[in-house]
């Protein structure tokens, strides 16, 4: 026989080059196996897990069903924890209603309010807006400069368009103030707080109905394993009965035992979410005591904003009345009695100039009144009808016609006839001037 040493080696080197490919083949394959054998197993538990849960809400479902049409048992909550509930669910609903109606107090315009829940939900800036004010401001100082700025409608036009000017800023002040120190805090409670106190309720809820399920699982069972336990009649009993009794009792009382077992480890998850839910209905205490700090902030903002407005319409009121005093001296000095040789009367006769005269704060006042006005150390009181008043707030005079007045002091006052009823003629000591009605508590 030839021996060739070459093409052994050769066929020797196929043969094992064909052996690993086949041994890396079935490595492959049963790799492939125990994949597929482990998600099926996966599988498999999930599919039971999915069943459970399935049979859990069916259980629990049917519980609530049976307990709403009165044929099941329902745990009870104590009376405190009752209470707890009623309370958290009071303070969402009027927290909720206090928001909604603050929301509209201070953006009446509900496109302008589904705009900026717009924003927020996107979490992007809110674009500042324009207040009704300062829109008034804009418009009544594009009119004054078409009417003129000299002229007194020009003037006072421009005058009362930079108080609402103002009054325009502080209502944006306010409302921005309104917003972070008292909305917020209460959006805050909303959709935090009150989420979160929701959820645990309804897991408590999911926790007693599966009680109320192992309740009656354990009362069915102790039912089915006495009536299993029951004698037979001797007479009417085949002895056969008897070994399927005995085994349907024991098979009943490990039923029974399951069940005891289910039903304790179910009361511990209830008292457990039952506690966890107690501390968070108890914190709606301190939720009340932030929304009454919150609310004193409200309040201060509100007070200050009409303060402020206050404020700004009495000087609006003093510049007015000056104006109000030019104009009456204007319209009079256009038909100017016969016997007037005043120097107000002869400039009457020049054409109209655009300018503001010194006059008095006085409307529908004879010049002649006028002018001993402007003078109040020349004023005599009168007999009888003066009166004391006490000075509310600090009034600096704005020339020499007018009394300087600080808070809580007491002035004597008294009116001269024709004088403008916003105005009176105020004396303390030896200084006399005119002071305002609005600053002053007139005492009988």
Not at 212 to 224: E, I, N, S
Not at 295 to 303: I, N, P, Y
Not at 357 to 380: D, H, Q, R, W, Y
Request: charged residues 25%; hydrophobic residues 35%; neutral net charge.
């Amino acid at each position: 026989m030839d021996f060739n040493v070459k093409k052994l080696a050769s066929d020797a080197g196929v043969f094992f080059s064909r052996a690993m490919q086949t041994a890396l083949a079935i490595g492959v394959w049963l790799r492939c196996l125990a994949n597929t054998r482990e998600l099926n197993s996966k599988w498999k538990k999930s599919c039971s897990g999915r069943v459970k849960e399935v049979e859990h809400g069916q259980a629990t479902t049917s519980e609530f069903t049976e307990e709403k049409l009165g044929q099941a048992e329902k745990t009870e909550l104590d009376a405190h924890f009752e209470n707890l509930l009623a309370r958290a669910d009071c303070t969402k609903n009027w927290t909720e209603k206090i928001l909604r109606q603050t929301e509209v107090l201070l953006q009446p315009n509900p496109s302008a309010r589904v705009e900026e829940f717009l924003y927020e939900k996107l979490d992007r800036k809110v674009p500042s807006r324009v207040t009704n004010g300062e829109l008034l401001a804009q418009y009544m100082t594009e009119a004054a400069n078409d009417f003129g700025p000299g002229t007194p409608y020009g003037k006072t036009l421009i005058k009362v368009g930079e108080t609402q000017r103002r009054l325009g800023a502080a209502e944006r002040d306010f409302i921005h103030s309104a917003s972070i120190n008292f909305l917020t805090p209460l959006r805050n409670f909303l959709e935090g707080d009150w989420r979160t106190i929701s959820k645990e309720r309804r897991i408590l809820q999911n926790r007693r109905l599966d009680l109320d399920a192992c309740k009656a699982r354990l009362k069915k069972a102790k039912a089915a394993e006495a009536k299993a336990a029951a004698v037979p009649d001797f007479q009417e009993t085949r002895p056969r009965n008897y070994i399927l009794s005995a085994s349907a009792s024991a098979l009943w009382s490990d039923e029974v035992e399951k069940a005891e077992h289910e039903l304790r480890l179910t009361q511990t998850e209830f008292d457990r979410q039952a506690e966890v839910t107690r501390l968070l209905l108890e914190g709606i205490s301190s939720t009340h005591v932030n929304h009454l700090r919150c609310l004193h902030e409200f309040v201060e903002s509100q007070t200050n904003y009409y303060a402020q407005c206050y404020q700004y319409m009495l000087d609006l009121q003093k510049q007015l009345g000056r104006f109000s005093g030019t104009f009456v001296g204007n319209a009079e000095s256009t038909s100017p009695p016969p016997a007037a040789a005043s120097p107000p009367a002869v400039a009457a006769t020049l054409p109209a100039v655009p300018t503001i005269p010194v006059v008095p704060t006085i409307v529908g006042v004879p010049n002649s009144v006028a002018e001993s006005v402007l003078n109040p150390n020349e004023v005599k009181p009168p007999a009888s009808g003066t009166r004391k008043a006490r000075v509310l707030y600090d009034y600096e005079a704005a020339d020499s016609t007018e009394l300087a007045l600080l808070a809580d002091e007491m002035i004597t006052v008294y009116s001269l006839p024709g004088m403008d009823p916003d105005w009176l003629i105020g004396e303390r000591g030896n200084q006399k001037g005119k002071v305002p009605v609005t600053y002053l508590e007139l005492l009988s």
